[in-house]
């Protein structure tokens, strides 16, 4: 039979005089109670081990989905204390496609204004990684900072006018992939559509190197953006049906 191990009080039966225990008994309780230290400390030790691992745990799990955006932060995204926020940097008129509005200016008599469609999505922030947050400039919303972005290139080339008819542009489009493995990229749709006239629709994929950790990757994920609006306002440029806008 098994010795038993214990005190009196966890013996309530015991009568208060035991028997002096065997050197057997002695040794079988000495190691039943080494055990349980060991089991309890190695609980311990795992529970500190996981709580320490899980800023890193997590968004190494999420970085396989999706991006996902929405409208405003919603309570079922959980962004973990600590993590960083992102900023995109406020956009820098292209050389190479003020180049190109210059070219069509050539005969243009009617200078636009570019607004964003008041009914369409805004893009106010994207979640990178499953936690870190992107957000425009300010915490601007994307549309913003695409309409100033239009704005800003038509009037370094003379074609833009504060006063003047008033173009609808919006995105369709608005995403990025982070990319654990291979290349990321940005992925923007717009359409630009003036009343009376078939709407100019374009499609930009703008790629870079990806394969890097969370932290990493978002950060170029914002400061690639600049480029990836670079590209996508070239494309609306050179688009058939954009300079007849501005005649």
């Given at each position: 039979?098994?010795?038993?191990?214990?005190?009196?009080?966890?013996?309530?039966?015991a009568?208060?005089?035991?028997?002096?225990?065997?050197?057997?008994?002695?040794?079988?309780?000495?190691?039943?109670?080494?055990?349980?230290?060991l089991?309890?400390?190695?609980?311990?030790?795992?529970?500190r081990?996981?709580?320490?691992?899980?800023?890193f745990?997590?968004?190494?799990a999420?970085?396989?989905?999706?991006?996902?955006h929405?409208?405003?932060p919603?309570?079922?995204?959980?962004?973990?204390?600590?993590?960083?926020e992102?900023?995109?940097?406020?956009?820098?008129?292209?050389?190479?496609?003020?180049?190109?509005?210059?070219?069509?200016?050539?005969?243009?008599?009617?200078?636009?204004?570019?607004?964003?469609?008041?009914?369409?999505?805004?893009?106010?922030?994207?979640?990178?990684?499953?936690?870190?947050?992107i957000?425009?400039?300010?915490?601007?919303?994307?549309?913003?900072?695409?309409?100033?972005?239009?704005?800003l290139?038509?009037?370094?080339a003379?074609?833009?006018?504060?006063?003047?008819?008033?173009?609808?542009?919006?995105?369709?489009?608005?995403?990025?992939?982070?990319?654990?493995?291979?290349?990321?990229?940005?992925?923007?749709?717009?359409?630009?559509?003036?009343?009376?006239?078939?709407?100019?629709?374009?499609t930009?994929?703008?790629?870079?190197e990806?394969r890097?950790?969370?932290?990493?990757?978002c950060?170029q994920?914002?400061?690639?953006?600049?480029?990836?609006?670079?590209?996508?306002?070239?494309?609306?440029?050179?688009?058939?049906?954009?300079?007849?806008?501005?005649?």
């Amino acid at each position: 039979m098994e010795p038993r191990c214990g005190t009196i009080r966890d013996r309530p039966h015991a009568q208060r005089a035991r028997p002096v225990p065997s050197r057997k008994n002695m040794t079988h309780c000495t190691g039943l109670v080494a055990l349980r230290r060991l089991r309890s400390a190695l609980s311990s030790t795992l529970r500190r081990t996981l709580v320490a691992a899980l800023p890193f745990v997590v968004p190494l799990a999420l970085s396989f989905a999706p991006a996902a955006h929405a409208e405003r932060p919603k309570e079922h995204y959980i962004l973990l204390p600590g993590f960083r926020e992102f900023y995109a940097n406020s956009y820098t008129p292209s050389a190479k496609n003020v180049a190109l509005l210059n070219q069509l200016k050539i005969g243009a008599t009617t200078p636009r204004r570019v607004a964003f469609h008041p009914d369409k999505k805004q893009f106010d922030w994207l979640l990178c990684r499953g936690s870190y947050p992107i957000y425009a400039p300010g915490q601007a919303s994307f549309a913003t900072l695409l309409e100033a972005a239009v704005n800003l290139e038509l009037q370094q080339a003379g074609l833009a006018s504060e006063d003047g008819p008033k173009v609808q542009i919006w995105l369709d489009q608005f995403d990025f992939s982070s990319a654990l493995f291979g290349n990321a990229h940005w992925a923007i749709d717009l359409t630009l559509a003036d009343e009376g006239k078939p709407p100019i629709s374009v499609t930009s994929v703008h790629e870079f190197e990806g394969r890097h950790g969370a932290g990493t990757a978002c950060g170029q994920i914002s400061f690639q953006l600049q480029t990836a609006l670079e590209g996508v306002l070239f494309k609306l440029y050179s688009a058939p049906g954009f300079s007849a806008l501005f005649r």
